[in-house]
């Protein structure tokens, strides 16, 4: 069994908040091997965030949400490669292709859904070129050009490629370049036919499947009741049930993962022994939404049973879809039991 690595959103910004109250904040981040930083167009910059996070925490690896669509390769890698070298290699990058059209064009991308994937490839393919490179590299492509990138003076630790996508296009680029594929939470059967679908594409091009993390919020309590009423005191789910509680039937054209998770909501509320599709229905099947609900020792069990199938990794989060300090205590357990 691979080594069971934590994973939860950080965010360590929000409207009004200074230098000093982001370090406080991140100052404060244990339990987690990764913390993703997000990315969307009218957020704050990743990789400034970044630079904040790793000075503040000297335990955390920050996983950078980055776009192919934003920036050159030599210029991403050597960004990338600089907050590697100074924090002792901390830094993993999460490449988003794109599933949200219009976050996509509000920063000039009209690149089409499928054709992302391709863009994606290269630019991954260009990025390991420079971070490898002794020499200067040259390179002439599809979407990307460039002449003598120089290898970054900083030289940096082995720099992670993560991604997530459940198109077509995403599994083609995931099975052939990524390290770690990222899933969001689904019912355990789904998600073990995701897992060897992934791998038998991977055995394709060759290589052994990508690590694979799994997405969930965590709603914990000392008993059932207690957690359920944390769960269903959900601000977003408490609105949704207010407008009548109806689950959306709609299907979107670009976000296979969102219909997926849809389409789990449309089911039952339930699946399994706990997992929990409210807030998902509640949030449109938007982002990181599938939960598990119950006593530590429940959600524990049904960790195990994802970790069993092959899930290396889990990203989870509390209320709001981020990471609390209330989580510390089962993430140390499961870093004890799970790995």
Not at 293 to 314: C, N, P, W
Request: proline share 4%; net charge negative; hydrophobic share 40%.
């Amino acid at each position: 069994m691979t080594d069971l690595e934590i994973y939860s959103y950080i965010s360590p910004a929000s409207s009004g908040q200074s230098i000093a109250d982001i370090t406080t904040s991140m100052a404060g981040v244990a339990g987690l091997d990764r913390g993703l930083i997000g990315y969307h167009s009218f957020g704050p910059d990743g990789f400034v965030l970044a630079g904040l996070t790793l000075a503040a925490n000297q335990d955390v690896t920050v996983l950078i949400a980055h776009r192919p669509g934003v920036m050159e390769p030599p210029v991403a890698a050597r960004a990338l490669s600089t907050l590697s070298r100074i924090s002792g290699g901390r830094v993993d990058v999460h490449i988003l292709a794109g599933g949200a059209p219009g976050d996509q064009l509000r920063e000039g991308d009209y690149v089409g859904h499928d054709d992302r994937y391709v863009r994606a490839s290269e630019y991954v393919d260009a990025l390991r070129a420079i971070w490898a490179a002794e020499e200067p590299v040259s390179h002439t492509g599809q979407y990307y050009t460039f002449e003598d990138a120089r290898p970054n003076e900083m030289r940096a630790e082995p720099i992670r490629i993560h991604m997530g996508g459940a198109s077509a296009a995403a599994l083609e680029f995931g099975a052939s370049k990524a390290d770690v594929y990222m899933l969001w939470g689904e019912p355990q059967a789904d998600v073990r036919a995701r897992i060897k679908e992934i791998e038998d594409k991977a055995a394709g091009y060759g290589r052994p499947r990508p690590r694979i993390s799994l997405s969930f919020r965590l709603y914990l309590g000392k008993t059932e009741e207690e957690a359920w009423e944390r769960a269903r005191s959900e601000p977003v789910y408490q609105k949704f049930i207010a407008k009548g509680g109806q689950v959306s039937e709609r299907v979107h054209a670009e976000d296979a993962g969102r219909n997926r998770q849809l389409k789990a909501a449309q089911e039952a509320e339930i699946h399994d022994d706990c997992m929990w599709t409210g807030v998902v229905a509640a949030m449109n099947g938007l982002g990181n939404a599938s939960a598990l609900v119950g006593t530590e020792d429940r959600i524990m069990k049904t960790l195990a049973a994802y970790r069993e199938m092959g899930v290396d990794s889990f990203l989870i989060s509390a209320e709001g879809g981020e990471w609390d300090e209330s989580l510390a205590p089962v993430a140390e357990r499961m870093r004890r039991e799970l790995s």
